[in-house]
Nanobody, 119 residues
Framework: QVQLVESGGGLVQAGGSLRLSCAASGSISNINAMGWYRQAPGKRRELVAAITNGGITNYADSVKGRFTISRDNAKNTVYLQMDSLKPEDTAVYYC?????????????WGQGTQVTVSS
């Protein structure tokens, strides 16, 4: 069994910064892509940013230039540095990971962390 535990959400004023962390633990042989998604009330869950185990990144157009995704493979942890936050960034942010465990591939989600940006 694998768990993803997120931390770092909270309330911040527009223009401020937050850093999210997501640590994977359990029976892990390898982790391929890791990413962050978000879901605002009444909206679909959307991809915010993703990163491969080789460091190739992908961002939603709405966050390019403001958010930075990174990972520490030794710690099985992915980070999301969020700068110049806007009220429209308010959402529950979810960590996602493609995990290889005992020669099988699984996709896992974290429990979510609330990010609220006030205007």
């Amino acid at each position: 069994q694998v768990q993803l535990v997120e931390s770092g959400g909270g309330l911040v004023q527009a223009g401020g910064s937050l850093r999210l962390s997501c640590a994977a633990s359990g029976s892990i042989s390898n982790i391929n892509a890791m990413g962050w998604y978000r879901q605002a009330p009444g909206k679909r869950r959307e991809l915010v940013a993703a990163i491969t185990n080789g460091g190739i990144t992908n961002y939603a157009d709405s966050v390019k230039g403001r958010f930075t995704i990174s990972r520490d493979n030794a710690k099985n942890t992915v980070y999301l540095q969020m700068d110049s936050l806007k009220p429209e960034d308010t959402a529950v942010y979810y960590c996602n990971a493609d995990v290889i465990s005992r020669a099988y591939a699984y996709n896992y989600w974290g429990q979510g962390t609330q990010v609220t940006v006030s205007s």
